[in-house]
């Protein structure tokens, strides 16, 4: 298992990878990209591939020891990952539908997960330039292009106030409106990717529950960044911490 201070250590070099994936998904979002479809037919573009190579090759570099899971990798037979103590854990551009659309609403996400757990998260997003970050025993933070990071922490739900619940742009439905309608007052934001986790953990919004198809590196950095800055993020099949 890793330190703390090897993870305040790697947490700088990971958020210095994610700026410059950041900067190659920027130069095709400003082109007339393609966009393919892979086979579970989610869209794939070339931004996708360029911040996977950026992410992968800097984590080889700075951690030549340690496997990486990306969606964008070859798959890796379950069997063999669930293996692996420590790893990396990689989306490299989570919200590929709202690239697509261009609404800015897109993510790059770098975990870092010991024992089935994740322990480091980045966050950034590539057309603000703002960046969430956190580590377990060095807390979660907030950065601003220019301007220092500021912590950042969930914040409890306010008696008599409606319940902010943040959902999701393309994975609403009815489970979403189910739910929603369950908790009484409330009042409902949709934004794309893991940017409904950040506002969770920034105090902005109470509960993101998350109805559609989920994968692994869709929740593991942004999951860090939560529950560094005290919130939970739990498994609707078992109630228990996501795992």
């Known amino acids: 298992m890793m330190s703390d201070d090897n993870r305040v250590v790697w947490l700088d070099a990971v958020r210095a990878l994610a700026a410059q994936a950041s900067q190659r998904i920027l130069g095709i979002y400003a082109t007339a990209f393609d966009v393919t479809a892979k086979d579970d037919n989610s ?11 950026t992410i992968i090759a800097g984590l080889r570099q ?4 340690l496997p990486i899971l990306s969606e964008e990798s070859a798959a890796i037979p379950f069997a063999e990952r669930v293996q692996w103590r420590c790893y990396w854990l990689v989306d490299p551009l989570d919200g590929t539908k709202e690239f697509i659309q261009r609404n800015g609403e897109f993510t790059v996400n770098i975990a870092l997960i010991e024992n089935h757990e994740p322990v480091l998260g980045v966050v950034q997003v590539p057309v603000t330039g703002r960046c969430y970050f956190a580590a377990r025993g060095y807390g979660a933070f907030r950065q601003e292009p220019g301007q220092p990071p500021q912590p950042i922490t969930v ?9 902010r619940v943040v959902g999701s742009k393309s994975h609403g439905g009815p489970g979403l409106q189910k739910f929603v309608a369950a908790l009484g007052s409330h009042q409902l934001v949709a934004i794309g990717s893991s940017l409904k986790f950040c506002q969770v953990a920034e105090g902005a919004a109470d509960v993101y529950p998350r109805m559609g198809p989920t994968s692994e590196w869709d929740t593991a950095a942004a999951q860090a960044i939560v529950e560094v800055a005290g919130g939970q993020v739990i498994s609707a099949e078992t109630g228990q911490p996501l795992r």
């Open 43 to 53: 869209p794939l573009t070339a931004a996708d591939l360029a911040a996977h190579e």
């Open 155 to 163: 914040q409890p739900v306010q008696p008599g106030q409606p319940i």
């Open 62 to 65: 700075l951690t030549p020891e």
